[in-house]
């Protein structure tokens, strides 16, 4: 047969690509040595190996019959009453009802895009905004609708006009996405004048808002302190805020354990919705993260990986400032892996991918964060992975795929 395309479903056929697999595709199929800036991987040496073999080891010692049994799709009990405690550090107070595992974020994304999104609803996002959402979301037929952000987060008269404009024309508009804290792509935080505002706005307007955590405890002391980093769900009074988190940049991406928390009648519905991708799901990657945080693994991460990440920026700010001076310029990171860079005047981020590549380096380019079709003049380079070796000779590569015209 050559072709399958009869066989396919309409949403079979259009299902959106992550940019990120498609990187990944790349570098796999790319000999020799290549610097990757793409990726947001955590290090691996900032993994707790010691510890994580220790738990292992106990679970896998054959005493424990449930520890290769068949779980519950809402997530391992004992491992959602310490996600409690998680959230509690965070100034959020949730019971058990309210809070749900999933496999990594991106399937709390894949659920908020099933449960709560139809086709044809237009969707608030920010420009830019994180790769991963805008391919689930993409998945569930919506109009993904940019709103511009400014250095402390998303514009809030652009948001109510866009929002009204879209409700005008007739579009259904319940969601608002969000990455609050070392926002993917562009490394900022909203501003906790902001965060206080949206929830208003939310209220007054009508609009559920999905809060996606994954880096609020990785800010950097020089420039963010930990009271920044407040979720919006915090003082979320009106249950507004769908709050998406993971262990993925703490303890190890994996483990695939992340969770979701969240008015109980949403949760109920995103569970039974999970029920028929896993219907029960994974436990022993439940219980090595249970056991890590009731050890004190999950706490004594923090400080270390705070400290590597932010030495890895500086490591990365000063190569870029040795090598480009002002010609490139970019937002300071207060947290997080990623540094959103503006390329100077007649640069395009995909021809320059391509000379870069050739080069050994490579980025993600920044028009796959931007659904208003913007973003060809930024590029993001993510520190979190490179040894600050590799940072540098990476840069170097970067200022070299960029002459001759960097030079004039
Ligand atoms: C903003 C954002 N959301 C979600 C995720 C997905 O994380 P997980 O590994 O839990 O699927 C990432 C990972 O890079 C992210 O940057």
């Known amino acids: 047969m050559n072709s399958y395309d009869q066989f396919l479903s309409p949403l079979g056929r259009n299902l959106h690509e992550s940019v990120l697999r498609k990187m990944g595709q790349v570098i796999a199929s790319r000999r020799g040595d290549l610097i990757s800036f793409a990726a947001g991987y955590p ?39 310490s996600i409690l405690g998680v959230l509690e550090g965070r100034g959020i107070r949730a019971d058990l009802p309210q809070v749900m ?24 996002v920010e420009v830019p905004t994180y790769t991963g959402a805008i391919a689930a979301f993409r998945n569930a037929q919506c109009q993904l ?16 006009e866009t929002l009204m404009r879209e409700r005008a024309a007739g579009k259904r508009v319940n969601l ?33 808002i999905v809060e996606d955590d994954p880096y609020g405890d990785l800010f950097f002391d020089d420039v963010a302190r930990v009271s920044d980093t407040r979720p919006l769900k915090a003082d979320d009074r009106d249950g507004r805020v769908i709050y998406l988190s993971t262990f993925s940049k703490t303890l190890a991406p994996g483990f695939r354990v992340a969770w979701v928390a969240g008015p109980a009648p949403i949760v109920e519905r995103f569970d039974t919705a ?3 991708m896993d219907l029960m799901c994974g436990i022993l990657d439940q219980r090595v993260v249970h056991q890590s945080i009731v050890r004190g693994v999950l706490a004594r991460q923090a400080d270390p990986l705070r400290k590597l990440y932010r030495m890895r920026r500086d490591v990365m700010e000063q190569a870029l400032r040795a090598q480009f001076g002002d010609r490139l310029t970019w937002n300071p ?3 997080g892996f990623f540094l ?8 395009d ?19 796959a964060f931007c659904v208003d079709g913007s973003g060809h003049d930024r590029i993001r380079l993510s520190f979190s992975w490179p040894t600050p070796e590799r940072i540098r000779d990476g840069v170097q590569r970067l200022a070299s795929a960029m002459q001759p015209e960097l030079a004039r």
Request: with cysteine; net charge negative.
């Open 43 to 81: 290090d691996p040496t900032g993994f707790p190996w010691d510890e994580f073999r220790e738990i292992a080891n106990e679970l896998l010692s054959g005493k424990d019959g449930s520890v290769l049994q068949y779980g519950p799709t809402r997530g391992y009990r004992p491992l959602l009453e």
């Open 101 to 124: 595992t999933t496999s990594g974020s991106q399937q709390g994304l894949d659920l908020v895009a099933r449960v709560l999104i139809a086709p044809g609803d237009a969707v608030l």
């Open 145 to 160: 609708v940019g709103v511009r952000q400014d250095h402390d987060g998303i514009n809030l008269e652009a948001l109510d």
């Open 176 to 208: 608002l996405y969000l990455v609050p804290n070392f926002q993917n792509p562009a490394g900022i935080m909203l501003s906790l004048q902001k965060r206080a505002r949206l929830l208003e706005w939310a209220e007054r307007r009508n609009v559920l």
């Open 274 to 276: 999970k029920q028929s």
């Open 333 to 335: 990171p207060r947290g």
């Open 340 to 347: 959103w860079a503006k390329l100077p005047d007649g640069f």
């Open 349 to 367: 981020c995909e021809a320059l991918l391509a000379k870069a590549m050739e080069h050994g380096v490579i980025f993600v380019i920044g028009s």
